[in-house]
């Protein structure tokens, strides 16, 4: 499952590779060095060959050992793929899914083989898992993508706006995105009707009263009735939150409001939404043309004004969520709060913002929960895990 990134994540369990595959190819890459190494020390013999011949009748009898010893025994009527736990950490939705979203207005989109379908909060599917690809509800609708083309169902899973776009999004603000053949994109209404026609290269959904558009190579900003409020003029934009939008104009990223006015000058080589007041950006480093991946510099955190209020010393840092921000030390991730004071210390492979009191942590490789003072309340036992929503939270755990 995937921590809000400010756009339209994949499933968080995509992300994740195999770690047995890993550790297959690793195990043989161990033993291939290995056996090179003694062989030139002078550590190999051979093996006459009556007693290679008698060996290889016990092939097929050692490699399962050898597996079983390596890798351990699929346990008997065991649960594996990705299910539901609550705070408590029951498992109420036990792991049965090859993917899952967190759950929104009551469903939670689950994938079992290649479709896609939805579960209420006790795991019953009410929606048939017929879809080639999904995402969670907003405002009563879904998109759904059945074959190359996408649609919006309702909570009873009726196709209420047939799949006919290349690409969708949700819908905010009662508007959604939608993109048609020949790659133009507009906006339609929860009727289906286009409101705005598609005339953009490229658009986000509508924030702050705004959506971010593209034209001709440069970003702007439409109003709901699909007039340019802001001329596209940014070498690229991102969404509005609490008032002010981060923009990049050449190889710097600052901040603007809602007429376009520059609030705070392009300054920084990378930044982030506003977030409880606050946004990071990142000094020194390099990032893509989107942003956010960024090589090298320090991130810190300012405030609306663009004033330096934690002054930039992390690797990596995300926006603030619950009082709280993760933010990355070396190779180690912990949580600040908005007065940089580290109140857990950097401690975990990986770390989601909080979501509903708890925050997801990585310990080895393994996942669990902790609370705001640092204690681990939910044991680190998943193989991956989401944020808690609407009271359950997605975990994945792996035959083992």
Known sequence: ??????????????????????????????????????????????????????????????????????????????????????????????????????????????????????????????????????????G??????????????????????????????????????????????GFIDKAGKMVIDPQFDSAWGFSDGLARVKIGGKWGYIDKTGKLVIDPQFDFAREFNDGLAHVRMGDKWGYIDQTGRPTIAPQYDCAWKFSEGLAPVNLGGRSKEEGRIVKGGKWGYIDKTGRIVIKPQFDSAWEFSEGLATVRMGDKWGYIDRTGQAVISPQFESAWRFSEGLGAVKVGHRWGYIDRTGKIVIKTIFDDAGLFSQGLAGVMIRNR
């Open 1 to 138: 499952m995937s921590s809000e990134k400010g756009y339209e994540d994949y499933p968080k369990g995509a992300k994740v590779k195999s770690q047995r595959s890993q550790s297959t190819q690793n195990n043989v890459k161990t033993y291939q060095r290995d056996f090179s190494r003694d062989k030139q020390e002078g550590r190999v013999r051979m093996v006459p060959t009556k007693i290679r011949l008698l060996s290889a009748k016990y092939v097929l009898i050692l490699i399962p050992i050898v597996l079983v010893t390596l890798f351990g025994s699929p346990k008997a009527g065991g649960t594996n793929g990705w299910g539901y736990i609550d705070q408590n950490q029951r498992m109420v939705i036990n792991p049965q899914f090859d993917f899952a979203w967190e759950f929104s207005e009551g469903l939670a989109g689950v994938k079992i083989g290649d479709k896609w379908g939805y579960i209420d909060l006790t795991g019953k599917v009410v929606i048939t898992p017929r879809f080639d690809s999904a995402w969670r509800f907003s």
């Open 140 to 185: 009563g609708l879904a998109w759904v993508k059945i074959g190359d083309k996408c649609g919006y169902i309702d909570r009873t899973g009726e196709m209420v706006i047939q799949a006919q776009f290349t690409c969708a999004a949700k819908f905010t603000e009662g508007l959604a995105r939608v993109k048609m053949e020949g790659g133009r994109c």
